[in-house]
């Protein structure tokens, strides 16, 4: 095992979109870093992690990074091939590659002495950094469900869905409700011998335009919260109308208290016959499957769409308390007791990240360089200031926004807090 000498620098975890807009803030802020990406490649979840035929169900407009738009050629919904792209040509224009490091996993990242972080790598290296930046993702820790009784066909997660030959001719059950399991459902009515889809409880389903203008598009207005919903529910109602219609679920929430989903396909296959609604899962009898209202179909493959868990394998347990979906952090991204450690990321946005990455990544590069300056941890500052921890994972675009800004015109106080804690005699870490 080696020590490099990287004592002014800082690490980042990951080059998926989160990575790469945050590599682009730390250059262009002059602050020395490297970047480790276990893939071969930039793209993270768009890399490993989607199935060839997904488009985004965002918006190009709502997803492209403000300063460096996607082509004009590409469509309102680019493919995953496009996205990559599109990544690909942001690391290229910014020149972020000569940081990265390819093929290489964090193993191991823990505090050290001095306010350092050791950092182990796949390659054999410890590394001591200055700071630590984990973009990871929450698109890879499958949650996998659990039913009684023993299922003998085949069982996957929407993560291991790669393209339609995986469903071709076969009886195909989906479980759950979200964006990925409702695009495999469709899937399934095109190319499975049956679909079906499993559902808990009733959700929000919303064609992927109103007005022939993207619906994420709806979503990204100044207009508060409450009227949003109006807007959406009013429009459910003309253009879908009572989901209980197609076989579905009266939705059990509020609108945006949980993440709609937004497919056109869906409801279109439920009307022609082509997808058969369930509820939830009771029990597995062999190839059997029972539901919750006692009917029973014979299945050949379950694709879990059941989304995945926030982790961080590679922290050292107790730096970061995760609680479900939530990483406790302050301003959603900051450690509340340690130096220079930022979890960026981990948070569910409405739409498309390319809004909230560029001013959010430009406010962490800010606190990198204010946190050199003061004795404390910037969490327990803002800890002092009455700053409160998240209490969701799902972000509203807006909110999100306002909330860089106002940090932005706050990080004045931080010193000024700072300086009175050194006089009340807490000592910095």
């Known amino acids: 095992m080696t020590a490099a000498s990287t004592q002014d620098k800082i690490a980042i975890v990951g080059a998926g979109p989160v990575g790469i807009s945050m590599a682009r803030a730390l250059k262009q802020k002059g602050i020395a870093y490297d970047q480790y990406e276990a ?42 091939a496009q996205m990559l792209e599109y990544l690909n040509s942001y690391v290229e224009h910014y020149k972020l590659d000569e940081h990265i490091h390819f093929n290489t996993a964090v193993e191991h990242a823990k505090p050290h002495e001095n306010g350092l972080w050791e950092v182990r790598l796949s390659n054999g290296e410890t590394r001591l950094y200055d700071g630590l930046i984990i973009c990871n993702g929450h698109h890879w820790d499958a949650r996998w469900p659990r039913y ?31 964006n990925s399991a409702c695009d495999i459902a469709a899937e399934s009515a095109r190319t499975a011998q049956s679909a079906h889809l499993s559902l ?22 100044w207009m508060p919260v409450w009227m949003q919903r109006i807007h959406l529910e009013t429009l459910v109602k003309v253009a879908v109308g009572d989901y209980r219609n197609y076989g579905l679920m ?33 029990r597995f009898d062999g190839k059997l499957v029972e539901f919750a209202d006692g009917t029973r179909e014979e299945i050949d493959l379950i694709v879990c769409g059941t989304g995945f868990n926030v982790s961080i394998p590679f922290l050292e ?52 360089l204010l946190q050199r300056k003061l004795v404390h941890p910037i ?15 799902l972000l509203d675009p807006m909110a999100a926004l306002r909330m860089v800004k106002s940090a932005r015109l706050s990080l004045w106080m931080l010193p000024l807090v700072d300086k009175y804690l050194m006089a009340n005699g807490k000592p910095g870490k």
Do not use: C
């Open 39 to 80: 893939d071969s490649g930039v793209g993270g979840n768009w890399r490993h992690g989607v199935y060839h035929t997904a488009h985004i169900i965002s918006s190009r407009k709502t997803t492209e990074f403000p300063d460096f738009p996607m082509p004009a050629h590409y469509p309102d919904f680019p493919s995953a």
């Open 148 to 178: 009684e009784g023993i299922f003998d066909g085949e069982m996957i997660h929407s993560k291991d869905y790669k393209e339609p030959s995986q469903l071709a001719g076969k009886r195909v059950l989906v479980i759950g409700g979200g």
């Open 200 to 221: 808990r409880r009733g959700y929000w389903f919303l064609p992927k335009t109103f007005y022939g203008k993207p619906t994420a598009e709806l979503l990204t207005t």
């Open 250 to 282: 009266k939705p059990d929430h509020r609108i945006f208290d949980h993440h709609p989903t937004i497919n056109t396909e869906l409801l279109h296959y439920l009307k022609h016959g082509k997808i058969k609604a369930h509820p939830d899962v009771k």
């Open 317 to 368: 347990p107790g730096v970061v308390d995760i609680e479900g979906s939530i990483v406790k952090t302050q301003w959603g991204v900051i450690a509340p007791h340690h130096r220079q450690l930022y979890i960026y990321g981990w948070a569910q946005a409405r739409y498309g990240f390319g809004p909230l990455l560029t001013p959010a990544s430009d406010l962490i590069a800010d606190l990198i």
């Open 379 to 393: 969490g327990e500052v803002l800890a002092r200031m009455k700053q409160p921890l998240p209490k969701s994972h």
